[in-house]
């Protein structure tokens, strides 16, 4: 596309995103000048029925299976995992199902854990749970059938787990009803004990649950049974498809008669849940907005967002640490294969200009590592100051700077004028195509020639970004939300060479550093928090030296709902509101 | 007659499986999302995803896979599962039918309602300011986007959030049996809405035809009989120029049967329509391959209807 | 014909048609009566406005873009003047019409008998059965076999004399004192031709109607006729009792039509003779006598004058419009009767010279 062209259409763009740019004054740089972010959720109203509009359907009702955001909400509110966080304390795990704190062995090769008592099945199991609940829960993460993504990743460590196909593990021992005992063969305890968050850990009858999961693919997730507050209506039989879940339509959560409040810190003042699936954004956000007892479970269009925050800045929660954004750079095929150019790419780009489009300070910080607020070791690695490298230091770009580094790339005119064109692959939807055409202008200052397709974001990542073979240079919308706080989930699989596969590939950078590889095999085995914090800081700062990828904005996920909605934003989860912490006034 | 039909049905079958193969191949050849992939998440070893496809039953060929549907649909009757909700196929064609007949049925009787004495109305009073009107309203009702004009209607009349709040909003939509006082208020809307472009089209369709029939010659003979000028207009002019309007909303039913997606989604009523949307976004390829086909189906019987109503209707074409 | 026994006058009809490229004249000063019982026989080719004379008596031209005048006398009563009601009750009832293509004038999607019923029904208070009655009753009337089935048949179900007939009915339906025929046998094999004006002969004398038969053909007129009117460029150029138009025509345009007609009568190998060049056009017509540039024995003047209808020494009942002199008009007509060319014939008139070999 021609330079003045493109030109033209990012002052078009910026013309009209400035209209949505929310001044600076007024408000303040953490909380997004809104009310309501840091809520413990204590006292609120008991009663009434929340209703959630989303666009998107739940993914999967199954705690094995399911991995979004949204469903992590819904499940946070029917299952108890080993140990959870607290709405407003998105870095410290507190136990849930848990008794206790877990216990890790000093070689941190084993991981013990008490579980309460008196914590009862929701109807039709309606028994107390045990820890061979929570045993079954995890091997069946390994039934082909279940196929839990994250499983061999967390728990592969455990004795047994590389065998396992859903049958036992020898290494997850029940000694008693209300005791687990993970036996590894790796030092991973700590990792693992914050990974029990993942609805994983949350326990499943297996009397109940072997007939279902012997069918390919599962069917438990049409029956599931709850062991939090609330449950998903259902039959007599446990069915919750066509009760509790219409497909596409509507979700039903309901009290667990079961449930027993003493064994738990959640309030649970809702009655119930209702979700209306299949609305758009943008008229489900304007009914949340001028409705009663709603909340929004999409990310609301841009207009909305401005207007909730001139208008009703009380029903606006910008949550921090949803998540980062960053561009990254093919390092296995030219051009990007040279480290100069890469930083010169990254001093090249105005990570203020791509805040600033997608709305301003409130929707986030500008990044400069990889590691955001809450996550363990963030502040290690240099917190919002960054890492110190020169070509993250000013967020406005350097374009100076980015000519010398091309010059050192050896390119004397300060400019590309090799012979690759850059494929550039950005996401389709507003802000998310300015933010690649951003970049893709960037790189054409650098003297690139560059081809920009945008495309759907079901093909974003299996057709191009995430598929090696497709060859694209630059992925400007990819980011990474962390799936617990330890550092690990967020480098891991971005940055380790270990995870460059033909297809679904997360390290989309291809980046391939053996000191920074060797770096994370050893993080994975660090025993203790602060140990690991430290530990995976320096690969952060590592992992920036090497300009694999640009990181540019640390998200503040908007929420909405409705006036009379006491919403306690989930802050380890996107700022969803919290249905066992939430109430209607 | 019975013979005839039966021909075009055998025919219809023919062309649904067509129909089916070729989904089943822009499915898999063009470059949509992996359902697979979908499922697990950026996070899945390749180990996984092989699970997940096995267990999907993605990894067996193209024209095996395709065999075992086919054979399923046809012995037993199974449109197979849905990779998202493990409900089954049929099961949620059925669910969401009666939103899209609902939805269908009243937009058709609303826009004939309109149509008809609009169309005939502009061609007696041709050149008045009545056609001109008339016609300049059509050709608004066909230009204005039905996704856009949605928006405006909800932005406007809807009772939660717009200016003039009348009537129920998106999301309102509560099954028939449910409660037939909020299913009628919740569908008002989205059937003018859909019928608006039907109305514009077949008034000026009809216009056009009833002009044309007016200055036949039969019509010249009715008046030379002496009828009256509201016989000559409706028994003889109505009758000949409506044929062709029959027929085309017969096609436009079968059409829209198959799922009106635009009214569907901004109104998220839970018809075929989001239904087939959905599973797009999804990569559901079962739930595709079943919307389609009943949408296939609903055209052919729409057009085999359709033959025979035109039959029915002018005697001339049977001979044929 | 006095006033008395007119069923139908039709007295300086002009109408007129506001087009784009102008005022077309479409029927410019007709004037004609027809008595009970009597046929008169309108001839011309298309365009010479005898099917809009004819429909304009009907009261079927009306719009905006239409200019009439003249009169139009139904038993005394002025047509043109009339309200839209009143036509509505006259039209079908007292004065009914035959069109040309039974195929395209009559509804196709509607039963034949059903249309007949509500021609009926239109202008009597009798019920359905009553009516279907009537309806078998008209269609044995005008001699359809197997007229109760024929009753539920479509249009194009029934051969071409066939619907004729069942149109003739359905005009005679409400037993009309005059009925117009506008071309009723041209659609038709020459066989049903004769069996149609011979039942159109029948039932005008049955009912005693005043007709109206219009056509371009001069061999239906020679049956049917007892009295013509010919007509060019939306004038009558020549009116007079059948049998003396064709004994001694008087027109030019008449000669021509009369010998481009075959005839039995005529010898073997003789040449039939077109008049020459088209009709005229309606927005401009020619000036002078309407017919000079096509008329073989045309004079300058003829170009400037344009001639009245006026009758001849020998009656009033036979009226020309030409500015030929009636005597050498005659000796044209013998000439042309015996074989002669156009050329030759006017050859031969100007000036005594002898007749040109064959």
């Known amino acids: 596309m021609p330079h003045s062209l493109v030109r033209a259409i990012l002052l078009g763009v910026l013309s009209v995103t400035a209209a949505l740019v929310l001044a600076a004054c007024g408000s303040s740089g953490d909380d997004g000048g809104s009310a309501a972010t840091v809520d413990s959720g204590k006292d609120g109203r008991r009663g009434g029925t929340l ?68 914590v009862r099945f929701g109807p039709p199991v309606n028994r107390e749970v045990t820890a061979r609940d929570v045993k079954y829960a995890i091997e069946r993460g390994f039934n082909p059938n279940v196929a839990n993504p994250y499983a061999p990743q967390y728990y592969g460590t455990v004795v047994g787990a590389d065998r396992a196909s859903g049958g036992p ?24 004990a914050e990974a029990t968050i993942l609805p994983l850990s949350a326990p499943v009858p297996q009397e109940y649950a072997r007939p279902l999961d012997a069918r390919s693919p599962s069917d438990y997730g049409n029956h599931v049974v709850s062991s939090g507050p609330y449950m998903l209506e259902a039959d007599r039989d ?35 849940i209702e979700w209306r699936i299949g609305g758009r954004p943008g008229v489900s956000g304007r009914q949340v907005l001028d409705g009663e007892g709603m909340i929004l479970g999409d990310t609301p269009p841009p207009a909305l967002v401005k207007r909730a925050y001139q208008d009703a800045r009380d029903q606006i929660v910008f949550s921090p640490g949803a998540g980062n954004r960053y561009v990254t750079l093919n390092t296995a095929i030219p051009p990007f294969d040279d480290e100069n150019v890469r930083k010169a790419v990254a001093a090249a780009l105005d990570r203020e200009q791509m805040r600033r489009i997608r709305g301003g300070e409130v929707v986030g910080d500008v990044a400069s590592h990889f590691l955001y607020p809450g996550v363990l070791g963030f502040e290690e690695a240099g917190g919002q100051e960054g890492t110190g490298v020169d070509f993250l230091a000013e967020p406005r770009g350097d374009m100076e700077l980015a000519r010398e580094y091309m010059r050192r790339a050896g390119y004397a005119d300060g400019r590309y004028d090799g012979d690759e064109t850059v494929q550039v692959v950005g996401l389709a939807g507003a802000p998310d195509d300015a933010n690649a055409q951003i970049v893709d202008q960037t790189l054409q200052e650098l003297g690139f020639d560059t081809n920009l397709r945008i495309v759907d974001a079901s093909v974003y990542y299996s057709r191009f970004c995430a598929l090696p073979r497709a060859r694209v240079h630059v992925c400007p919308n990819v980011g990474w939300i962390r799936d617990f706080a330890d550092p690990q989930t967020v480098l891991n699989l971005p940055f380790n060479g270990a995870y460059i596969f033909p297809e679904n590939s997360p390290n989309i950078s291809q980046l391939d550093d053996p000191a920074i590889n060797r770096a994370m095999a050893r993080g994975e085995l660090t025993v203790g928090t602060d140990e690991r914090a430290s530990a995976w800081a320096e690969i952060d700062r590592m992992v920036i030296a090497t300009a694999a990828a640009v990181p540019w904005l640390w998200d503040k996920q908007p929420n909405l709902s409705a006036e009379d909605v006491r919403c306690v934003p989930q802050l380890w989860n996107q700022g969803h509101c919290d249905f066992s912490y939430t109430s209607i006034e | 007659m019975a013979a005839y039909i039966l021909r075009r049905v055998l025919w219809g079958l023919v062309l649904l499986v067509l129909v089916s193969a070729l989904t089943f191949v822009v499915f898999y050849v063009l470059p949509s999302a992996d359902p697979a992939q979908l499922r697990a998440g950026r996070s899945a070893s390749p180990e996984t995803l092989a699970q997940i496809r096995e267990s999907l039953g993605l990894n067996e060929s193209l024209p095996s896979q395709f065999w075992t549907f086919l054979t399923s649909l046809m012995l037993h009757a199974d449109l197979g599962y849905s990779y998202f909700s493990g409900a089954s196929v049929g099961s949620l064609l059925i669910d969401r039918l009666p939103a899209t007949l609902a939805l269908t049925l009243g937009a058709l009787v609303l826009w004939l309602l309109v149509a008809v004495p609009v169309g005939v ?32 209607a909800l932005y406007l009349f809807s009772d939660d959030i717009g200016l003039i709040p009348l009537l129920p909003g998106a999301g ?27 109305t514009a089209v077949y008034a000026r369709l009809l216009r056009g035809n009833m002009i044309e029939v007016l200055s036949e010659d039969y019509v010249r003979t009715a008046r030379a009989k002496g009828l009256s000028e509201r016989r000559v207009v409706l028994r003889h002019g109505l009758r000949a120029a409506a044929t062709p309007l029959v027929t085309l909303a017969g096609l436009d039913v079968g059409l829209l049967l198959g799922g009106a997606v635009l009214v569907e989604t901004v109104f998220n009523i839970p018809g075929i329509g989001s239904l087939s949307y959905d599973a797009i976004v999804n990569a559901d390829y079962p739930v595709i391959q079943g919307t389609v086909l009943l949408a296939a189906c609903f055209v052919i019987v729409a057009n085999i209807v359709v033959d025979i109503l035109y039959a029915y209707l002018d005697p001339r074409v049977r001979e044929a | 014909m006095s006033d008395a026994e007119a069923v139908l006058r039709v007295e300086d009809l002009r109408v007129a048609f506001d087009t784009r490229d102008g005022l077309l004249q479409a029927v410019d000063g007709v004037s004609f009566a027809v008595a009970r019982g009597r046929t008169l026989g309108i001839v011309g080719e298309s365009g010479s406005g005898k099917t809009v004379a004819a429909t304009t008596a009907m009261g079927l031209v009306r719009g905006a873009r239409v200019r009439t005048s003249g009169r139009v006398l139904l038993d005394g009563e002025d047509l043109l003047g009339a309200s839209p009601e009143r036509l509505r009750a006259l039209r079908g009832a007292t004065i009914a019409m035959v069109f040309q293509d039974p195929l395209s004038a009559l509804h196709p999607l509607l039963r034949v008998g059903a249309q007949i019923e509500e021609a009926v ?4 208070d009798v019920g359905r059965a009553a009516a279907r009655a009537r309806t078998l009753e008209l269609l044995e009337h005008v001699a359809i076999p197997d007229a109760r089935r024929r009753r539920d048949a479509y249009p194009h179900e029934l051969s071409g004399g066939m619907r004729q007939r069942a149109m003739i009915a359905m005009a005679l339906a409400n037993e009309p004192r005059v009925l117009i025929a506008d071309e009723p046998t041209t659609a038709l094999d020459v066989t049903v031709q004769a069996q149609i004006l011979a039942l159109l002969r029948r039932l005008r ?62 010898a073997v190998g003789a040449d039939l003779v077109a008049i020459p060049g088209r009709p005229p056009s309606l927005l401009q017509p020619p000036s002078g006598c309407r017919f000079h540039p096509r008329c073989p024995y045309v004079r300058e003047r003829h170009r400037e004058v344009d001639p009245a209808l006026e009758p001849l020494a020998a009656g009033p009942d036979h009226r020309v419009a030409c500015l030929l002199p009636e005597a050498e008009r005659q000796a044209l007509w013998a000439r042309l009767a015996a074989g002669a060319t156009p050329e030759q014939a006017r050859a031969a008139a100007a000036g005594g010279s002898e007749e040109a070999a064959r």
Not at chain 2, 123 to 149: C, E, F, H, N, Q
Not at chain 3, 212 to 237: C, K, N, P, Q, W
Request: no cysteine.
């Open chain 1, 51 to 118: 209703t959630l509009l989303t666009s998107q359907d739940v993914a999967n009702l199954d705690p094995g299976i399911t991995y979004s955001s949204l469903d992590l909400n819904m499940l946070a509110a029917t299952q108890r995992t080993l140990y959870k966080y607290a709405p407003d304390d998105p870095s410290n795990i507190q136990p849930d199902l848990a008794a206790g704190p877990p216990q890790v062995s000093p070689d941190g090769r084993t991981l013990t854990v008490r579980i309460r008592r008196a």
């Open chain 1, 169 to 192: 593990i020898a290494g997850i021992e029940t000694p008693d009803d209300h005791t687990l005992v993970f036996r590894l063969t790796r030092p991973t305890a700590s990792l693992l």
């Open chain 1, 238 to 272: 446990g069915r919750v498809l066509g009760t509790g879940y219409g497909p596409g339509r509507s979700l039903r959560l309901v009290r667990n008669p079961n449930w027993e409040a003493s064994t738990d810190e959640r309030p649970a003042y809702l009655d119930a």
């Open chain 2, 121 to 152: 109305l502009a061609a007696v009073r041709r050149g008045t300011w009545v056609d001109k009107l008339t016609t300049g309203g059509a050709v608004l009702g066909i230009s204005m986007p039905v996704y856009w004009l949605g928006l405006v």
């Open chain 2, 172 to 198: 309102a939509y509560v099954p028939l049996t449910e409660d037939p006082g909020a299913w009628f208020a919740a569908l008002v809307l989205p059937w003018l809405v859909l019928a608006s472009t039907f």
């Open chain 3, 121 to 124: 029904r239109a202008h009597r």
């Open chain 3, 205 to 266: 004398d049955e009912l005693g109607m005043a007709m109206v038969l219009i056509t371009h053909d001069l061999g239906v007129v020679a049956e049917t006729a007892d009295e013509v009117a010919v007509m060019y460029a939306g004038r009558i150029v020549e009116q007079a009792p059948a049998a003396e138009l064709f004994a001694a025509p008087q027109h030019p345009y008449t000669w021509g039509l009369l010998r481009s007609t075959p005839r039995l009568e005529a």
